[in-house]
């Protein structure tokens, strides 16, 4: 699934490996099952992770995303697969509607500090179950504490295979390899 013509480095617009969602979606069903719960994947790029649920059972699924030039990439893959999602062009911070799920490929914070704060900080408030994400390995204090502090609990963190293929201009290599880990967490609940 191709990314826009230009991705934005500011916000970290690089694609999600197909084989990291379908292990992300595939973690968190082992853990706390997917099908037949709400998802909501927060920064959905080209919707990948929410286009893996929605192939699980999962229902209904929604994808935001805030740059609205990916979501017509996102509509189509998922018509292709058969796979039933409602895309959303909005700001993460402005989604208010709770899921089961969440379910996210976040910035991780490389290019503007904390650019990863606000996903963490929605997901943690919306899912009534489970965050399933994927974050820096250097982020794995902050995160597991963040999470704690908003009485959740982690269930697993695993490191995930990673290599990012050159997006951006500033990139030199061809492709680099990524310390990155997929969560699993049990959410506090909405709080409402």
């Known amino acids: 699934m ?8 500011s916000r970290e617009q690089v694609g999600t490996p197909a084989e990291a969602a379908v292990d992300l979606v595939m973690a ?7 099908s037949g719960r ?4 927060l920064g959905c790029g080209t919707g990948r992770i929410a286009i893996a649920a929605a192939l699980l059972g999962a229902t209904p699924v929604v994808g935001v995303e805030v740059d609205d030039s ?19 062009a909005l700001d993460v911070n402005r989604w208010d509607r709770p899921s089961d799920l969440v379910l996210m490929n976040p910035p991780f914070g490389a290019q503007r500090r904390h650019a990863d704060r606000p996903f963490w900080d929605r997901a943690l408030v919306l899912a009534r179950q489970a965050v399933g994400a ?13 999470a704690l502090e908003r009485g959740a ?7 995930v295979p990673w290599d990012l293929p050159r997006t951006f201009p500033h990139h030199r290599a061809a492709r680099v390899r990524l310390a990155v880990d997929r969560w699993v967490i049990e959410a ?5």
């Open 188 to 192: 506090a609940g909405p709080k409402r």
């Open 28 to 34: 968190v069903d082992r853990r706390v099952g997917v």
């Open 70 to 88: 990916l979501l017509p990439v996102a509509r189509t893959a998922a018509r292709t697969a058969g796979a039933s999602v409602a895309f959303h």
């Open 2 to 9: 191709p990314l826009p013509a230009r991705p934005d480095a």
């Open 153 to 159: 609990r982690v269930i697993e963190v695993e490191s």
């Open 38 to 41: 709400s998802v909501l994947d």
């Open 134 to 146: 994927f974050a820096s390995a250097a982020s794995r204090t902050f995160i597991a504490r963040f």
